[in-house]
């Protein structure tokens, strides 16, 4: 009897607080289901608290130069998003704290920040990042600068960038995964399940931001916010892939782009933003223009004020203004005039709140706050940094073996502006990532090397001007070494946003500074630290060894001497073309072929055809022997998958890691097709003379089919071939 009395009493009390804690609003009901939140809380909201939910100010220092705007005197409590330019979790708390307690509902606020490729720990630039085509690794170092992010205030990363570009004289190739779109899909998802964790309100997790949406890399002549003559077709079968795989990775939110789409600007796009993006894609969550794209809209020529432009991005599809306050500003008589309806401003707050309830800010609106030392640059999170660094690094040339440096140097000259410096390595959008932190090329080397070889430091030249006055200093130091090290590249601002150059050359003055130490006939190896493909051709001859190690962040020069010394053989394969030379540009891998493809007709005449360094180039210590590709079948139906598999053998004499990079190709179809599309990839690490077998399964809807200029996917009977290395072996599929 006892018993029973007890399990009532407790039913009663459980009762009790379900209908104590339901009593409050269903909004503050952390039990209660998200859709219910929400629907409770829209119904609550006046028209000042919704139309600010579609706001995003700014709040600390704004640190990008690009970004003009005018800082915001008082934030009000109701805000919907802020940029979060600090890194101190206090202060964001304290902001928090006025939203949560000080306005009518308590909204809390989210917080944004670019954390590109890393917040704190910064790791190599995501180019960098994809010639690693290691793609668990990224979601390892995204978990890293999620983690950073959310112990300094931040929310929501303005990240990944998975905007597809074959014109390296875009400064913003730097951002994104290179040339290829199913390349820029794999590495998108795969940063943000890093961001994004396993659920969104878990304690280190950041809502991610897929961006430019979209076709931002098409941007005319490589410059940035300019027209993009981005046809239906390419954007299904280049410029949309790596959204799509993103969107339906879950990523929570995305950010519309500066560009115009062949006469309608990404910030004003409905077949995009709407059609494709919420009706077709099924995304929940909600788009973010990019800073002041709204306002632009005006310099674009689509919107006669902001008034019109906030009209046409809304109504388009952006449900929050970054900065230029133009929703704050005209909602109210828009909305008077009838221009936007209340549902459709009731449908945007719900995506806005939506992400919200998702990341659990309602119940845990605050940061955690912990000792910097537990927040940053932990050894874990170095450890992480340094491998993806060294396994984004790409071993370009190597004749007479000159790398890795053999026992026999005693004395290296270490030359060139790259050598010592330190901000640079970090490259562009940073986040808080500090020169101190970093590594220098001089000091991983001396690390590595310790006592063991003397180095012989010379800057021999800056990154450009015309001053030759440590040539003589820097040919000293080679003639006394046995081997010299150049280490050239770009500054930091060379590349990222509104960094386009007319030329990818490296300035003048580099290029004569390896001239000159080439006539001291010392073993010349180039080390390139830089955030787009160069023009190497005057220098490629000039140098025995090259290595591009990009903009690798933090621990580049420890990951850099781990590959010169051998302790590390490098892996990495380009993630984009290198072009002979500018006048070369565009050239990509998946190119449709000339129509007179002998004699290399449909190319120029004053250079040769082919680039310097192809899409998937990279060099190995040791040596990778390929078997002949076998096929489950020559004959498959639609219906049926196909695998095929070849053999690699390390038939080197040391451990090494090579990724196969399967393409397909389907040479006669009722559209053009590219010459080559990548399909799959697989990287696997040998032991000296192991070998071991790498397979591609594949699906003909999803690997062999084309899209249309709406999406829509078709499969066509006939012959197909796989490539793979150097082998290219057909297939037919039939109905
Ligand atoms: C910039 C960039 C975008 C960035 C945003 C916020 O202009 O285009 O990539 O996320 O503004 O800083």
Redesign the pocket.
């Known amino acids: 009897m006892k018993k029973i009395t007890s399990i009532l009493v407790l039913f009663f009390c459980i009762q009790i607080s379900y209908t104590t804690q339901a009593s409050g609003p269903v909004y503050k009901d952390k039990n209660a289901p998200i859709e219910s939140r929400i629907k409770d809380l829209v119904s609550k909201m006046n028209l000042d608290e919704k139309i600010l939910q579609l706001n995003q100010y700014t709040a600390g220092l704004n640190t990008?130069a690009?970004?003009i705007g005018e800082a915001v005197k008082a934030i009000p409590a109701e805000i919907g998003s802020l940029?979060y330019f600090s890194a101190d979790p206090v202060w964001r708390n304290q902001i928090q704290k006025k939203a949560m307690e000080e306005s009518r509902l308590g909204i809390p606020i989210l917080f944004?920040?670019?954390v590109i490729h890393g917040y704190r720990t910064v790791y190599p630039i995501s180019l960098g990042q994809a010639c690693s085509w290691d793609p668990a690794l990224v979601t390892e170092a995204a978990a890293v600068a999620a983690r950073e992010a959310k112990l300094s205030g931040v929310d929501w990363t303005?990240?990944p960038?998975i905007d597809v570009a074959r014109d390296p004289r875009w400064g913003?190739v730097a951002?994104g995964y290179g040339e290829d779109p199913y390349t820029n899909a794999v590495f998108g998802v795969a940063t943000v399940k890093g961001y994004q964790g396993k659920n969104l309100n878990d304690p280190y997790s950041v809502a991610a931001?897929l961006?430019?949406f979209v076709a931002y890399g098409m941007s005319e002549g490589g410059r940035d916010y300019r027209y993009s003559d981005v046809s239906r077709q390419s954007l299904w079968e280049t410029y949309l892939v790596p959204y799509e795989a993103c969107v339906k990775a879950g990523a929570a939110t995305l950010?519309s782009s500066?560009n115009d789409i062949s006469g309608v600007p990404g910030s004003a796009n409905p077949y995009t933003l709407t059609e494709i993006l919420k009706k077709r894609w099924k995304h929940d969550g909600f788009v973010v223009s990019?800073?002041?794209a709204i306002n632009q809209l005006i310099n674009q020529g689509v919107a006669a004020d902001r008034k019109e432009a906030g009209l046409k991005a809304f109504t388009a599809g952006v449900e929050m203004d970054?900065t230029d306050q133009i929703y704050a500003q005209n909602f109210k008589q828009l909305i008077a005039e009838k221009k936007i309806s209340m549902a459709k401003v009731d449908e945007a707050v719900s995506r806005v709140l939506r992400v919200k309830f998702r990341l659990g800010l309602f119940d845990k609106p605050y940061s955690t706050v912990v000792d910097e030392s537990q927040r940053y640059l932990t050894p874990e999170s170095k450890a992480i940094a340094q491998r993806l660094s060294a396994e984004s690094m790409v071993l370009l040339k190597n004749e007479k073996n000159t790398l890795p440096l053999n026992s026999g140097v005693k004395q290296i000259a270490l030359i060139g502006p790259m050598a010592t410096d330190k901000e640079n390595l970090l490259g562009a959008?940073s986040a808080n990532g500090k020169e101190s932190d970093v590594e220098s090329i001089s000091e991983g080397l001396n690390k590595e090397f310790g006592t063991s070889v003397k180095i012989n430091l010379a800057k021999g030249c800056g990154f450009d001007g015309r001053d030759e006055s440590g040539f003589a200093e820097a040919i000293a130091a080679t003639q006394k070494s046995d081997v010299v090290l150049i280490c050239l590249g770009e500054k930091r601002g060379w590349s990222g946003?509104n960094a386009s150059r007319s030329s990818i050359a490296l300035p003048v003055i580099q290029e004569k500074l390896v001239q000159e130490l080439r006539n001291t006939g010392k073993p010349i190896v180039l080390i390139l630290s830089n955030g787009r493909p160069l023009e190497l051709v005057r220098l490629e001859p000039l140098a025995d060894a090259m290595v591009e190690i990009w903009q690798p962040g933090v621990c580049g020069g420890s990951a850099l001497a781990g590959i010169l010394s051998g302790r590390t053989n490098p892996s990495g394969k380009l993630s984009m073309t290198f072009p002979l030379s500018t006048g070369q540009i565009p050239t990509y891998y998946d190119m449709r072929q000339s129509a007179r493809p002998t004699g290399g007709q449909g190319n120029y005449q004053d250079i040769p055809t082919e680039p310097l360094y192809w899409f998937g180039h990279g060099l190995s210590y040791t040596t990778f022997t390929y078997g002949t590709a076998k096929l489950s079948a020559t004959k498959i139906k639609k219906t049926e998958k196909l695998t095929v598999e070849v053999e690699v053998t390390n038939s080197g004499n040391v451990k090494g890691t090579e990724t196969v990079l399967w393409y397909i190709s389907d040479p006669a179809c009722s559209i053009s097709r590219p010459m080559k599309e990548l399909k799959f990839f697989e990287k696997k690490e040998l032991t000296a003379g192991a070998k071991t077998t790498f397979k591609f399964e594949i699906d003909p809807m999803r690997d062999l089919s084309f899209v249309d200029s709406d999406g829509k996917h078709f499969l066509e009977t006939g012959d197909f071939y796989v490539l793979v290395n150097k082998q290219k072996v057909k297939f037919e599929v039939t109905e």
């Open positions: 990008n690009n970004n940029i944004g920040f670019d303005f990240s960038m913003r951002e931001c961006k430019h950010m500066f990019d800073w002041d970054m959008w946003e």
